[in-house]
Every structure is written in C-alpha cells, then in structure tokens.
C-alpha cells in the first residue's frame, strides 16, 4: 500500500468519524488537527496544507507548523507515526516541556509538569512544536 491508498484510506474513515474531524474529511486531505477554526491537514502527497483560515485558499504549512501538525498525524492515526519527525543527532531534550511534548497551563500561565499528575488543561508545548526537542546547532 503506498502513502497515498493510505491517506486516502484515512481519510475515507475520517469521513464517517463522530468527532470534529467527519466535517472536515472532505476534498481529499485527511484532517489532522483543529485549531478551532484553521484545520491542518495532510494531503496524499504527503503534504501540510492549513485551511479555514480566513476567507483565502488552503495554504502550505511554515516548517514549524509541519513539524507540529505531523506529530498530531503521528498521534491521531497510529499508521501514520513513521511521519513524526526523528529526532536528529544535534538535538537536545526541550527546556521547556522536558520532553513531553506539552505543558501544563494553570491561570494561563505555563507551569512545570508535576510528575505522576495529570493537569486539568495543557497546550502543546510552543517551543518545540510539541516534538519534545529543539536542534541545537
Ligand atoms: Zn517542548
């Protein structure tokens, strides 16, 4: 099966999802993540397009957003974790998050993850793009 029959496998799937993303399975592109109003999604070829921006056309995701948004495939569809990107050799374990891939916000303030304490709300961590490092060089 090549990525494409996959995608558009996930997609057709997607389609007849509960959740917000049976609305938002259409035009071919699997949607990977909603940001309440801009959806990501990710295209048979294997790329980022952001939609439902504004009023314009779908665009290309920045790299950062990539990274963001294939880590949110990687989760979402386990067939698709081989997209997440690899952690390169000049990387080191984010600062921020330690590794997690997303903190923990308290009063809308980021606070330190308390271990073996699931917080009430998190957002991914906005440092690393929720991959958990950052490249140091
Ligand atoms: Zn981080």
Known sequence: MTNA?????????????????????????????????????????????????DDGPARLAEPAERDFALARAAEQYPELAYLKPPKPPNSATCSLCCGRG?????????????????????????????LGWTVTG
């Open 5 to 53: 029959e996959l995608i558009d496998r996930l997609i057709e799937e997607a389609a007849h999802a509960l959740d917000w993303r049976g609305n938002c399975a259409t035009s071919g592109r699997l949607p990977v993540f909603n940001l309440w109003g801009p959806v990501m999604y990710l295209t048979p070829d294997g790329e980022v397009v952001i939609d439902h921006e």
């Open 102 to 130: 997303r903190v923990a916000v308290s009063q809308w303030a980021i606070v330190p993850w308390q271990d073996g304490q699931e917080p009430r709300s998190f957002v991914y961590c906005p440092k690393c793009n929720s």
